[in-house]
Protein backbone atom coordinates (compact mmCIF):
# COMPACT_ATOMS: atom_id res chain seq x y z
CA UNK A 1 0.00 0.00 0.00
CA UNK A 2 2.84 2.39 0.98
CA UNK A 3 4.14 1.76 -2.19
CA UNK A 4 1.60 2.27 -4.38
CA UNK A 5 1.43 5.72 -2.17
CA UNK A 6 4.90 6.35 -3.27
CA UNK A 7 4.11 5.87 -6.88
CA UNK A 8 1.23 8.03 -7.03
CA UNK A 9 3.43 10.86 -5.24
CA UNK A 10 5.70 10.51 -7.69
CA UNK A 11 3.43 10.55 -10.82
CA UNK A 12 1.54 13.90 -9.13
CA UNK A 13 4.94 15.69 -9.05
CA UNK A 14 5.90 14.14 -12.90
CA UNK A 15 2.79 15.61 -14.01
CA UNK A 16 2.60 18.99 -12.41
CA UNK A 17 6.49 19.48 -12.96
CA UNK A 18 7.11 19.64 -9.46
CA UNK A 19 9.80 16.97 -9.34
CA UNK A 20 12.02 18.99 -10.90
CA UNK A 21 12.09 21.60 -8.64
CA UNK A 22 12.39 18.64 -5.82
CA UNK A 23 15.57 17.27 -7.63
CA UNK A 24 17.27 20.56 -7.61
CA UNK A 25 16.63 21.37 -4.39
CA UNK A 26 17.93 17.55 -3.04
CA UNK A 27 20.80 18.93 -5.50
CA UNK A 28 21.44 22.12 -3.79
CA UNK A 29 21.79 20.50 -0.53
CA UNK A 30 24.40 18.16 -1.65
CA UNK A 31 26.52 20.85 -2.81
CA UNK A 32 25.86 23.32 0.19
CA UNK A 33 27.01 19.89 1.88
CA UNK A 34 30.32 19.80 0.43
CA UNK A 35 30.71 23.65 0.10
CA UNK A 36 30.56 23.57 4.29
CA UNK A 37 32.41 20.32 4.53
CA UNK A 38 35.29 22.14 2.42
CA UNK A 39 35.42 25.36 4.44
CA UNK A 40 34.55 24.01 8.07
CA UNK A 41 37.03 23.13 9.84
CA UNK A 42 35.06 21.46 12.76
CA UNK A 43 33.19 19.41 9.88
CA UNK A 44 35.50 17.14 9.09
CA UNK A 45 33.23 14.45 6.99
CA UNK A 46 30.65 14.87 4.05
CA UNK A 47 28.28 12.29 6.37
CA UNK A 48 28.65 15.33 8.71
CA UNK A 49 27.91 18.01 6.77
CA UNK A 50 25.09 16.13 5.49
CA UNK A 51 23.46 15.89 8.85
CA UNK A 52 24.10 19.93 8.99
CA UNK A 53 22.02 20.43 6.28
CA UNK A 54 19.30 18.14 7.47
CA UNK A 55 19.24 19.83 10.88
CA UNK A 56 19.18 23.27 8.62
CA UNK A 57 16.06 22.11 6.12
CA UNK A 58 13.99 20.57 9.02
CA UNK A 59 14.44 23.80 11.07
CA UNK A 60 15.43 21.19 13.72
CA UNK A 61 18.78 23.17 14.72
CA UNK A 62 20.36 20.56 17.24
CA UNK A 63 22.74 22.41 17.90
CA UNK A 64 25.55 19.69 17.50
CA UNK A 65 27.12 20.99 14.39
CA UNK A 66 27.33 24.70 13.74
CA UNK A 67 29.44 26.91 11.24
CA UNK A 68 31.31 29.71 11.36
CA UNK A 69 32.36 31.31 8.11
CA UNK A 70 30.06 33.87 6.58
CA UNK A 71 29.82 31.62 3.19
CA UNK A 72 28.48 28.87 5.44
CA UNK A 73 25.95 30.72 7.24
CA UNK A 74 24.83 32.28 4.13
CA UNK A 75 24.16 28.90 2.66
CA UNK A 76 21.98 27.86 5.51
CA UNK A 77 20.23 30.71 5.57
CA UNK A 78 19.30 30.02 1.75
CA UNK A 79 19.11 26.69 2.14
CA UNK A 80 16.57 26.80 5.13
CA UNK A 81 14.92 29.65 2.81
CA UNK A 82 14.55 27.52 0.02
CA UNK A 83 13.68 24.48 2.21
CA UNK A 84 10.54 26.33 3.26
CA UNK A 85 9.24 27.37 -0.19
CA UNK A 86 9.61 23.72 -1.93
CA UNK A 87 8.01 22.01 1.19
CA UNK A 88 5.39 24.51 1.03
CA UNK A 89 5.02 24.10 -2.98
CA UNK A 90 5.03 20.37 -3.25
CA UNK A 91 2.65 20.58 -0.67
CA UNK A 92 0.43 22.62 -2.22
CA UNK A 93 0.67 20.65 -5.60
CA UNK A 94 0.06 17.70 -3.73
CA UNK A 95 -3.21 18.82 -2.39
CA UNK A 96 -4.39 21.20 -5.40
CA UNK A 97 -4.08 17.91 -7.92
CA UNK A 98 -6.08 15.61 -5.01
CA UNK A 99 -8.48 18.56 -5.05
CA UNK A 100 -9.29 18.47 -8.71
CA UNK A 101 -9.40 14.74 -8.77
CA UNK A 102 -11.86 14.51 -6.20
CA UNK A 103 -13.77 17.70 -7.98
CA UNK A 104 -13.52 15.57 -11.46
CA UNK A 105 -15.17 12.32 -9.51
CA UNK A 106 -17.82 14.43 -7.94
CA UNK A 107 -18.58 15.78 -11.45
CA UNK A 108 -18.29 12.81 -12.79
CA UNK A 109 -20.63 11.20 -10.13
CA UNK A 110 -23.05 13.99 -10.82
CA UNK A 111 -23.08 13.53 -14.31
CA UNK A 112 -24.32 10.25 -14.23
CA UNK A 113 -26.69 10.98 -11.68
CA UNK A 114 -28.44 13.86 -13.60
CA UNK A 115 -28.52 11.19 -16.72
CA UNK A 116 -30.98 8.97 -14.43
CA UNK A 117 -32.49 11.57 -13.68
CA UNK A 118 -33.10 12.72 -17.39
CA UNK A 119 -34.19 9.28 -18.50
CA UNK A 120 -36.68 7.99 -15.20
CA UNK A 121 -39.63 6.48 -17.56
CA UNK A 122 -37.17 4.13 -18.55
CA UNK A 123 -35.58 3.56 -14.99
CA UNK A 124 -36.20 0.22 -13.48
CA UNK A 125 -38.32 0.60 -10.02
CA UNK A 126 -34.47 -0.57 -8.49
CA UNK A 127 -32.79 2.29 -10.45
CA UNK A 128 -35.93 4.36 -9.21
CA UNK A 129 -35.18 3.26 -5.66
CA UNK A 130 -31.77 4.31 -5.62
CA UNK A 131 -32.20 7.62 -7.38
CA UNK A 132 -34.65 8.10 -4.62
CA UNK A 133 -32.58 7.17 -1.99
CA UNK A 134 -29.68 8.82 -3.93
CA UNK A 135 -31.65 12.18 -3.51
CA UNK A 136 -32.38 11.47 0.22
CA UNK A 137 -29.13 11.20 1.56
CA UNK A 138 -28.16 14.25 -0.30
CA UNK A 139 -30.76 16.40 1.25
CA UNK A 140 -29.81 15.10 4.51
CA UNK A 141 -26.18 16.43 4.33
Known amino acids: ?6 RILRQVLRHTGADRIWVGFIVQILI ?10 DINTYGKA ?14 DVTVQHFL ?6 LLSVD ?16 TQITAVRNKETL ?5 KLEHLPEL ?18
Open 1 to 6: MRAKRY
Open 32 to 41: TAAVIWVREP
Open 50 to 63: LWYCYAVVTTIGFG
Open 72 to 77: SRVLSV
Open 83 to 98: AALVIALVTGVVVNYY
Open 111 to 115: SAFVD
Open 124 to 141: SREELEEVSRRVRDFQNR
